[in-house]
């Protein structure tokens, strides 16, 4: 059984940073996109940066140079490292990733991190 587990949320003041983690644990053949999420109250689910396979990246406009993500496929496990965080960033942090079964590729997530940016 496959289970991701992230790490890394906490509370900070603006402008701080934090780095998030996140590992997948199981039977695992290969992984193919890995991503972060997050979910503010009262607010839907949105994509935060997600990675893929080979290394391309994209971000929500919101976190664009402040925001890295990054993956270390022999650990399963990707990374978020979150600069001049902002108020508007607090929200629950999400890890997903598409990981291969025998004929397709299924989403799994990880159960979030608290990230609460406030002074």
């Known amino acids: 059984q496959v289970q991701l587990v992230e790490s890394g949320g906490d509370l900070v003041q603006p402008g701080g940073s934090l780095r998030l983690s996140c590992a997948a644990s199981g039977t695992i053949s290969s992984i193919n996109a890995m991503g972060w999420y997050r979910q503010a109250p009262g607010k839907e689910r949105e994509l935060v940066a997600v990675?893929?396979?080979?290394?391309?990246?994209n971000y929500a406009d919101s976190v664009k140079g402040r925001f890295d993500i990054s993956r270390d496929n022999a650990k399963k496990t990707v990374y978020l490292q979150m600069n001049s965080l902002e108020p508007e960033d607090t929200a629950v942090y999400y890890c997903?990733?598409?990981?291969?079964?025998?004929?397709?590729?299924?989403?799994?997530w990880g159960k979030g991190t608290q990230v609460t940016v406030s002074s």
């Open positions: 997903n990733m598409k990981i291969a079964r025998i004929n397709f590729y299924q989403n799994y």
């Open positions: 990675i893929t396979s080979n290394g391309n990246t």
